[in-house]
C-alpha cells in the first residue's frame, strides 16, 4: 500500500517541480532586478504551441509602495539634470536599441506571437519616438512677452510634474512602453511601468538597456500584476500622472479612477476603423492595402482596418479580395514567410470565434471560414485563419482578430455617415484617385486619424497620435507635442526689474554715484591729486615735481591715510576737507577705483601744461 502511494505521487511531485523550475519574470526597482515575494503567479504561454515560458509576478503592496518611493527618491535630483544630459542619455538609449533590435523582436514573437518581421517593425516604431525625444532641446521650449507693462516682463515655461505611471497593452510589447518612459523621461519626471502581465519581456529587456545606456536608479521601475496593480496606480498619491494603452473597460477604468484622484490621464482605447473604398481607386494596390491593414498582425493593433465599405461600383470588387485573402500564409512568427501568427491566447481565440458565429447566425455570409485552421506542428496553437463576413452584431464591438466585416454603400455621404455614427474614432482611411473625393473626406468625417490611400494612418512621433471620440479619454494625446505637453505642467513667471534701480558694475570703467561725488568734492576744495598726496609739509604752492613725476603713493595705492592723519588744516590750508573726504573714500569697498578715476583725471590735467610747468605756473603763464 505504501509503494502505491508513493508511486501515485510521482507524477505530482513531478509536475511541481516542473512548475517551479520555469523562469520567473523579475521586477525592475531602484535600478536592480529583483525576484518578487508574490504568492500569487500569472503564467505566459507561447501563443504558437501554448507551451510554458515564464511565470509573472502579482507583485505585493509593499513592492509596489517601493517602486513608487524609489521613483519619487529619483525624481528629486532627475528633474534637476540639464536638458543636455537627459538628451545626451537618449542618444545612448537609441543606439542600444538598434545594436539589440534582433534580440527584442525574437522575444516580443516568443511572448506575443506576432511574425519577426511584425516584431521588428514593433520595436522601430518605439525607436522613432527614442529618436523624437532627442531633439528636446526645440520641443520644451518656452515663451516669453516682454514689455507688457513699464519695466514688466512675463515669459512661461514647462517643468516636470513628477511621478508618472504608464499602464501598456499585450499587442505592441515594445512601442507602447516606447511611447511612455523615454518622453516622461526627457521632460524631467520618473515613470512606474506596468507592462501587460502576458508579454513583459521586451519591457523587461528595456530596462536593461536604460541601465547600461547609464540612466540614474530609479528614474523607472517596474511592476507586474493585474486589476490590483492597476488600482494601486490610479489611487496612489504620489503618482502625478497615466498613461494608457488597452481595452475599452480597462481604460474608462483608469480614467474614472486615477482622474476621480486628481491625477492627469490619457487613454487609449478600443476602434472601429473603416477603410472606405471609391471604385476609381487603384483596384490592385487597394486590394493589397486592405488586406495587410485586416490581417496583419493577426488582427490584434488598434489601428487595423477591420471593416471595409464598398461603395458604388466596387461592391464587386470582393471575390479578389477573397482570393487575396486566401493567399495569407498562417504559421507560427518564427516561421519564415509567415503573414498571420497566433493570437495572444486560447481565451482570445475563442473569443474571436464567438463574435463570428454571432454574426452568422444573425444572418451573415462568411465567405471565408478560418476558424478551424490548424497549423502543422502547431495543432495546439491559437490559430485563427482570416474570416470574411457582411456585417452584423459583430460590427459592434471591436473584435481584436484577423476579422474583416464588409459593408455596403451606395454613395461616399452614405458612407461617411456611417462611420460618423460609429461611436469609434481611432481611424479610417479612403482610397480613391479623386482629389475632390479625399477633401470631401478628410473634412467631413469625424475620425482622429486619416489616411487617404493610406490604409494604416499613425502619425510618425513629430505629429501625435490623436485618435478621438470613444477611442481615446484625455486631453493630451500621445507623443509628439501632445506628448510633451501631457508630461509637463505651464510655469508663469511675471517680473518686475526698475530701471531707476540700474546700478553699473562695471568699476574699473565708470564711477559709482558716490565716488563721483567724493572727486566733486575734492575739486571744490580747489585741490588735484598731485597737490594732496605728493606735498610734503610745505602748502601747496611750494611743492614742485619734475615733469610726468609719479606719485609713489598713488602707484601703491597705500599710506593715504597716514599721509593725511599726519598733516593739520593750520599747516597746509584745505587739507581738512581733503582729510575728510580721503576718509570716506577709504570707507568704500575699494579705494581702488576712485584711485584709479583721479589717475587718469590727473593725467588728462598734466598733460595740458608745458613742461617744467607747476598748476599754479600753468595758470599764470610762466615758467618756474
Known amino acids: ?46 501563443p504558437a504551441n501554448n507551451e510554458l515560458v515564464t511565470r509573472v509576478p502579482k507583485c505585493t503592496e509593499a513592492e509596489m509602495n517601493a517602486a513608487v518611493d524609489s521613483c519619487q527618491t529619483a525624481f528629486e535630483s532627475w528633474r534637476k539634470t540639464t536638458v543636455l544630459t537627459r538628451q545626451s542619455l537618449m542618444f545612448e538609449l537609441q543606439r542600444l536599441i538598434k545594436r539589440d533590435m534582433k534580440k527584442l523582436a525574437e522575444n516580443i514573437t516568443l511572448e506575443q506571437g506576432k511574425t519577426l518581421a511584425d516584431a521588428h517593425g514593433d520595436v522601430m516604431r518605439g525607436l522613432q519616438v527614442v529618436e523624437h525625444c532627442c531633439s528636446i532641446t526645440s520641443l520644451q521650449l518656452g515663451e516669453t512677452m516682454p514689455g507688457i507693462a513699464k519695466d514688466m516682463d512675463t515669459h512661461t515655461y514647462r517643468v516636470p510634474l513628477g511621478v508618472t505611471a504608464g499602464i501598456t497593452p499585450f499587442n505592441f510589447p515594445a512601442m507602447i512602453p516606447l511611447w511612455m518612459f523615454p518622453l516622461s523621461l526627457v521632460c524631467g519626471n520618473t515613470m512606474l511601468l506596468k507592462p501587460s502581465e502576458r508579454d513583459p519581456g521586451a519591457c523587461m529587456l528595456l530596462m536593461g538597456l536604460l541601465q547600461e545606456a547609464g540612466f540614474p536608479n530609479g528614474v523607472v521601475n517596474v511592476i507586474h500584476g493585474a486589476q490590483e496593480a492597476v488600482t494601486f496606480i490610479c489611487d496612489n498619491p504620489q503618482i502625478r500622472a497615466i498613461s494608457f494603452v488597452g481595452s475599452d473597460r480597462a481604460g474608462q477604468y483608469i480614467y474614472e479612477r486615477g482622474s476621480k484622484s486628481g491625477k492627469r490621464v490619457q487613454c487609449n482605447m478600443g476602434a472601429k476603423n473603416h477603410g472606405v473604398i471609391l471604385p476609381d481607386a487603384n483596384k490592385a494596390q487597394t486590394i493589397q492595402s486592405l488586406v495587410g491593414a485586416a490581417f496583419g498582425a493577426a488582427g490584434q493593433r ?69 476558424r478551424g485552421l490548424v497549423v502543422k506542428g502547431y495543432e495546439k496553437g491559437n490559430f485563427v485563419g482570416p474570416p470574411f463576413s457582411l456585417s452584423m452584431e459583430c460590427y459592434r464591438e471591436e473584435i481584436f482578430g484577423p476579422v474583416l466585416l464588409c459593408l455596403e454603400a451606395d454613395t461616399l455621404e452614405d458612407a461617411i455617415q456611417l462611420i460618423n455614427s460609429n461611436p469609434y474614432g481611432n481611424g479610417t482611411a479612403i482610397f480613391t484617385n479623386s482629389g475632390a473625393a479625399a477633401r470631401k473626406f478628410t473634412e467631413e468625417i469625424d475620425v482622429g486619424q486619416v489616411g487617404v490611400n493610406v490604409p494604416i494612418p499613425v502619425p510618425l512621433p513629430m505629429f501625435s497620435f490623436t485618435g478621438s471620440r470613444g477611442s481615446f479619454r484625455g486631453d493630451q494625446n500621445f507623443y509628439g507635442k501632445h506628448g510633451v505637453h501631457f508630461y509637463t505642467q505651464l510655469k508663469t513667471v511675471t517680473q518686475l526689474w526698475r530701471s531707476e534701480d540700474a546700478v553699473t558694475s562695471a568699476s574699473a570703467t565708470a564711477m559709482p554715484l558716490e565716488q563721483q561725488q567724493l572727486v566733486q568734492r575734492l575739486k571744490a576744495a580747489s585741490l588735484r591729486l ?24 598713488v602707484e601703491r595705492g597705500v599710506g593715504l591715510a597716514a599721509w593725511t592723519a599726519a598733516h593739520s588744516e593750520a599747516s597746509s590750508p584745505g587739507l581738512g576737507v581733503v582729510q575728510n573726504s580721503l576718509n570716506d573714500c577709504l570707507k568704500q569697498p575699494s579705494l581702488e577705483p576712485v584711485i584709479q578715476g583721479l589717475r587718469m583725471e590727473h593725467g588728462a590735467h598734466r598733460t595740458k601744461r608745458g613742461p617744467g610747468q607747476s598748476r599754479s605756473s600753468a595758470m599764470s603763464g610762466t615758467t618756474k
Open 530 to 553: 598731485d597737490d594732496v598726496v605728493c606735498q610734503s609739509k610745505s602748502p601747496p604752492a611750494q611743492q614742485v615735481r619734475r615733469p610726468h613725476q609719479a606719485c609713489p603713493r
Open 302 to 370: 488598434c489601428m487595423a482596418l477591420s471593416t471595409a465599405i464598398l461603395v458604388g461600383e466596387a461592391r464587386n470588387w470582393l471575390p479578389e479580395i477573397v482570393a487575396r485573402a486566401k493567399e495569407l500564409r498562417v504559421g507560427p512568427g518564427t516561421e519564415p514567410g509567415a503573414d498571420l501568427g497566433p493570437v495572444i491566447s486560447p481565451e482570445a481565440k475563442a473569443r474571436i470565434l464567438s463574435l463570428v458565429e454571432s454574426g452568422i447566425s444573425e444572418g451573415a455570409d462568411c465567405v471565408l471560414d478560418g
Open 1 to 46: 500500500m505504501n509503494r502505491l502511494l508513493s508511486l501515485s505521487k510521482v507524477p505530482v511531485l513531478t509536475g511541481f517541480w516542473r512548475h517551479y523550475s520555469v523562469p520567473t519574470t523579475k521586477m525592475f526597482i531602484d535600478g536592480e532586478f529583483v525576484e518578487s515575494k508574490a504568492k500569487s503567479w500569472i503564467e505566459l504561454h507561447n
